[in-house]
């Protein structure tokens, strides 16, 4: 890519577009174009050219009520994202999950953010935390995001991280495991470990559960057995 390339400035356009992307991945609930305007900051019509383009291409749906979702079209495309790493996860995530009777999935680093990559709810749990693909927040909040931020030198964190998540940062990375709970969803607790692999970004396992009577450690334990597993098959 030549010096000018890097220089030009990015499409408004498509940077909208991929806004549009992220906001109804990170609901939790369907949007009218109304309420994704909203949240973009963006004229209703531009939100509407925005939704429409996106419809052509499989990407957003709209139910008969004129509510949006993701389309089919975003599996597709999220399948293809780092497919070996999925395709050894998945069978470790749905162990887990019908192991301890809790959500497990995977995530990775996305600048500052922790994005989830694949995700499998427990078969027979009365009630199993929803984890979508593609949901992301900032990778100082939640124990997947800690678990990740062991995996790098102090000076790559994120500027301004308060002394407390450093601190529970320093202490997940000496007892091998990160917790949170109340941090991205209410009442939902989490536990993760860090997943290293040579020449990818720092990723975690985690699960989230409800509260319960679960001792983190042994949570802990059983995702690290799965991390090993992982990191062996992809020759790591």
């Known amino acids: 890519m030549t010096d000018a390339a890097q220089g030009a400035p990015a499409s408004q356009t498509l940077s909208r577009g991929i806004r549009v992307l992220e906001t109804l991945a990170d609901a939790r609930e369907s949007l009218t174009i109304d309420e994704v305007a909203e949240r973009l900051g963006l004229h209703r019509s531009v939100a509407y050219r925005l939704v429409r383009t996106l419809e052509q291409h499989g990407l957003v749906v709209r139910d008969r009520s004129g509510r949006l979702t993701l389309g089919p079209r975003m599996a597709a495309l999220a399948a293809g994202v780092a497919h070996d790493l999925q395709a050894e996860a998945l069978p470790e995530l749905t162990a887990v999950a019908g192991d301890l009777g809790m959500t497990c999935f995977l995530a990775v680093l996305d600048h500052d953010e922790c994005v989830t990559l694949a995700s499998v709810e427990p078969r027979h749990a009365v009630a199993a935390v929803a984890q979508r693909p593609g949901t992301r927040h900032p990778v100082v909040v ?9 995996q790098l030198p102090e000076r790559a964190w994120p500027a301004g991280l308060p002394a407390s998540v450093a601190e529970e940062v320093r202490a997940a990375a000496a007892r091998g495991y990160a917790q949170s709970h109340d941090e991205v969803l209410p009442s939902v607790h989490a536990v993760a470990v860090p997943l290293a692999l ?7 396992i985690a699960v989230v559960y409800v509260a319960s009577g ?7 334990a059983r995702l690290s057995r799965s991390a090993e597993a992982i990191r062996d098959a992809l020759g790591g």
């Open 142 to 150: 939640g124990a997947p995001g800690k678990a990740i931020l062991t």
């Open 198 to 204: 040579p020449g990818r970004p720092p990723s975690a």
């Open 214 to 220: 679960a001792d983190p450690s042994v949570i802990a």
